[in-house]
Nanobody, 122 residues
Framework: QVQLVESGGGSVQAGDSTRLSCLAS????????VGWFRQAPGKEREFVAS????????YYADSAKGRFSISRDNAKNTVYLQMNSLKREDTGVYYC???????????????WGQGTQVTVSS
């Protein structure tokens, strides 16, 4: 069992940067792949980025490529999502998720955090 807690959300201006954190507890976090997802108002939740258990491999949605960067520090049981050049359409609730095995988003994710709100205004 893994518990995930997101932090770092808030209100920012378009063009700004911010970093989200996902703190894990409860099990051997370094065994898990981790993904970031987001849900905008009135829309379905969508994949943003993911990272392998070792941190050696990452995968991004097209909307995140070149602007967002996912990383992890297994010693701190934390995964980060650095978001740069934010746009209004990046607004939403951001969730981190974890699973044992592949970091590719096509697979189901077993554990989810409660989410953190990011609001981008122009």
């Amino acid at each position: 069992q893994v518990q995930l807690v997101e932090s770092g959300g808030g209100s920012v201006q378009a063009g700004d940067s911010t970093r989200l954190s996902c703190l894990a507890s409860g099990h051997t976090f370094s065994s898990y792949s981790v993904g970031w997802f987001r849900q905008a108002p009135g829309k379905e939740r969508e994949f943003v980025a993911s990272i392998s258990w070792s941190g050696d491999s990452t995968y991004y949605a097209d909307s995140a490529k070149g602007r967002f960067s996912i990383s992890r520090d297994n010693a701190k049981n934390t995964v980060y999502l650095q978001m740069n050049s934010l746009k209004r359409e990046d607004t939403g609730v951001y969730y981190c998720a974890a699973r044992v095995g592949s970091f590719y988003p096509v697979y189901e994710w077993d554990y989810w955090g409660q989410g953190t709100q990011v609001t981008v205004s122009s």
